[in-house]
């Protein structure tokens, strides 16, 4: 079978950097998902992308579906003939709705029935026939945010400018947004033209010719390979950040990277001021020494060719002065920030309408961080620590420098604490209370410092739920679930063993004296709970851990948090044993018997009267403490092998004890031996509902 490349591009005005990739894979997987459905086999396809178009080509796609042959399935033969062997009506609409006639029946056995069959045979469509319907896939497609332009009603990423669709040489005729398609695309917007492409196998190098690389693969090694030629011909060492990379990458068709300076000067300012200016406010990738230290220079990346580097340099180099001119008239204002008078300021700054103002969260974070601090057992040096960071963490936002950069709260704080002379731990903490800024950053390193940090965070997550602000679904805008995890990673890397449950009770309540809950404590108290165990559970399988393991440890309620983790990694690590599966089997049936047990009684020895319940009792009271005391300096390996020691006791009993026997004495004490043995069972969850194979 004939086969032919088909390529189909979306041209747009530019589109945000952040949306590029993601919209260039998902048209990718649409018209992969697209061309199955229809089934029309290719051999490979490709992705394309840059800040002014989406494409695909598809390479070797056939020029028609294959034909087939399908058999139906009608009714069943007493239905399809009549008494008298003729035809019945269900026959004859059939056969009708498959376009053949009752002359093409056959019958066919199934499970002792006999129905009605036919086959047809369905001829395969032409390939250019079922591509025009292709704007569908491209119409499909999902944005973080979207626009309507002109008077249609079409809502897109930004106004659709062209349409290439070629099967081969041929023009696919497709329509979006009163588009037309066309063979024609757009070369760069200033070194380009017109495109008229051949064929659709002549895509990426026409495109080249135009100065455009299509490949966003290809785009970005080109800059990487142009920012390391730069640095060795100048002996420097330039940092890539793969966020900016990708975002600069996103932002040109044809790249073409140089390099500018600035004052040496304005290197008296803080190193995170320098590079927050060249990376986030103008994409400059700053450069560094082989020492590490920063340099007066800075390397941006130009879409465009090599002709007038030097204008576009000093053009660089003019906008950029100006910002860190403005940097440093913000840091010299800031010299005169007074500590106090500036945290009297946040009460001027709201937080929420409905929680209060920073300074009023200010004020209730010194409060849980007090708490948080006497819980985890700190000592007087940290708790003065503590109170003197929760009394001011939140000052830098009232500085000139980070109302001009937010991106640098916290960092700011730390610096400016440092130079009006506080202790270096509290500067640390101020900084720290932001950890982890991300999934990939790490938690906060000091005491102080992760004390703060979750006592904000607390306070934010169970401010928000106190008025009712919970996240559902995609929906998080104040980042509570990321916040949350932060918490849990801070609390196990410090290995902290307080309670969560009672810690984050202690918070609700200081809201309810408030009046700020909107519901009673207890509601909201659940909402958190159930909150903090989704954010663990995501916790524990990220540290490999399986479903069913995580579900049976979260049953424990929430309180060291430290030592949950150690039991589900404990169980992970055990489930691939041998005698895992029959252990688990023997612990199970004691903890189902166990629910039987009406009310907790002591179990009376003299009531234990054949040999195997004596002998599972004496080996309770032997095991009992080994376990708990193995439990309580964490050592879950030791606490497990005791309690799997007990197998051969446990089969034993209920091999040979009937345990809801008449004699309602004997069977309330053989009841009270299994309500204790799964107590002590119970240390790893619901065992029950743990999967043995």
Request: one cysteine or more; proline letters at 3%; aromatic letters at 8%.
């Amino acid at each position: 079978m004939n086969k032919r490349d088909f390529l189909f591009e979306i041209g747009l005005e530019e589109m945000p950097a952040r949306f590029v990739t993601d919209l260039m894979n998902q048209l990718q997987e649409k018209v992969k998902g697209w061309l199955d459905t229809n089934q029309l086999a290719y051999a490979n396809i490709h992705a394309y992308s840059t800040p002014r178009r989406l494409a695909v080509l598809v390479e070797g796609l056939q020029e028609k579906q294959e034909d087939v042959t399908l058999e139906a399935k009608g009714p069943a033969k007493k239905v399809a003939l009549t008494a008298e062997g003729e035809w019945s009506k269900a026959a004859q609409g059939f056969t009708r709705g498959q376009g053949l006639t009752v002359e093409d029946i056959y019958f066919k056995e199934i499970n002792g029935v006999e129905y009605a069959h036919v086959q047809k045979h369905v001829q395969g469509k032409e390939t250019k026939e079922i591509l025009s319907s292709i704007g569908s896939v491209a119409t499909s497609l999902h944005f973080p945010k979207n626009m309507r332009w002109a008077d249609g009603d079409l809502r897109y990423v930004r106004p659709i400018k062209w349409l290439v669709s070629l099967f081969g040489e041929e023009i696919i005729p497709v329509e979006i947004a009163k588009v037309t398609s066309d063979r024609v695309s757009s070369g760069h917007r200033f070194l380009g033209g017109q495109v008229e492409l051949k064929d659709a196998g002549s895509y990426v190098e026409e495109m080249l010719t135009n100065y455009v690389i299509v490949d966003a693969a290809e785009r970005k090694e080109a800059i990487r390979k142009q920012l390391s030629i730069v640095g060795e011909e100048n002996g420097w060492n330039i940092p890539v950040d793969e966020d900016l990379l990708e975002e600069v990458n996103n932002l040109v068709e044809y790249p073409t990277a140089l390099f500018g300076t600035f004052e040496s000067e304005y290197l008296s300012l803080p190193e995170e001021v320098l590079i927050t200016s060249m990376k986030e406010h103008q994409r400059y990738f700053p450069v560094k020494s082989e020492e590490g230290s920063l340099l007066p220079y800075f390397v941006t990346v130009r879409n465009g060719n090599h002709e007038n580097l030097d204008t576009v340099a000093r053009g660089n180099e003019k906008v950029l002065r100006a910002r860190l001119s403005d940097a440093a008239f913000f840091a010299k204002e800031d010299e005169k920030l007074v500590t106090e008078e500036a945290v009297k300021k946040l009460d001027k700054i709201v937080f929420h309408e409905e929680i209060g103002t920073t300074g009023d969260k200010v004020r209730r974070v010194q409060m849980i961080a007090t708490d948080l601090a006497a819980l985890v057992n700190a000592d007087d040096e940290t708790r003065k620590h503590v109170h003197r960071a929760a009394s001011i963490y939140k000052f830098d936002l009232v500085s000139h420098m980070v109302y001009e950069f937010p991106e640098l709260q916290g960092i700011m704080g730390e610096k400016y604490a440092v130079a009006k002379g506080e202790s270096p731990v509290v500067a640390k903490a101020i900084n720290e209370h932001y950890m982890p800024r991300s999934a990939e950053d790490n938690t906060p390193g000091s005491d102080v410092g992760a004390i703060l940090s979750i006592a904000e965070k607390m306070d934010t997550i169970v401010g928000f739920f106190a008025i009712g602000v919970i996240p559902t679904g995609s929906q998080d805008p104040y980042a509570l679930r990321r916040q949350a995890s932060g918490i849990i990673q801070t609390i196990i890397n410090k290995q902290w063993g307080f309670s969560l449950e009672k810690f984050i009770l202690s918070v609700v309540e200081r809201y309810g004296e408030k009046g700020i809950a909107k519901n009673d404590s207890k509601a909201i108290l659940e909402d958190l709970l159930t909150f903090f165990r989704l954010r663990l559970k995501n916790n524990l399988s990220e540290r490999g851990v399986r479903y069913d393991i995580v579900d049976a440890i979260l049953e424990l309620p929430l309180e060291n948090i430290c030592s949950t983790v150690k039991k589900a990694e404990t169980l992970e690590a055990k489930k691939n044993e041998t005698n895992f599966k029959e252990t688990m089997e023997s612990l199970s049936r004691v903890c189902n018997i166990a629910k039987k047990a009406t009310d907790s009684v002591e179990v009376q020895a003299r009531l234990l009267q054949q040999s195997e319940e004596q002998e599972l009792y004496r080996q309770y009271n032997d095991k009992k403490e080994r376990v708990l005391q193995a439990a309580a300096t964490q050592d879950f390996q030791t606490a497990y092998d005791e309690l799997a020691s007990l197998k051969p006791a446990i089969d034993a009993f209920f091999d040979n004890i009937m345990v809801m026997t008449d004699d309602e004495a004997i069977k309330t004490n053989r009841l009270a031996l299994m309500e204790k043995l799964s107590k002590v069972i119970s240390i790893f969850g619901n065992v029950n509902g743990i999967i043995v194979k």
